[in-house]
């Protein structure tokens, strides 16, 4: 499954964009967000991404998680939301 991560810096618009290509060709998706401001853009373009994915018949779910990452050697805690097709 493709991984996409969000930052706090990410354009939900941008990431909705991505997301919705991914659902259409792979029909799955892992978004991976860490903080809290990650996790709200992400939350944000998944909605925008419902919207992107409804006039073509696609109803998105989100699953969400948490998920061990490893960054510079340190073990962090992420939010994984896992999207896919209903």
Do not use: W
Not at 28 to 49: L, T
């Amino acid at each position: 499954m493709e991984i996409l991560k969000v930052s706090s810096h990410s354009s939900p618009n941008s990431v909705a964009g991505a997301i919705a290509g991914v659902i259409r060709e792979k029909k799955a998706v892992e978004v991976q967000a860490i903080g809290a401001g990650a996790a709200n853009q992400a939350i944000k373009a998944i909605a925008i991404a419902r919207g992107y994915l409804a006039p073509i018949g696609v109803d998105l779910i989100c699953v969400p998680a948490f998920t061990n990452i490893v960054i510079d050697g340190e073990e962090r805690t992420a939010i994984k939301l896992i999207c896919e097709q209903r």
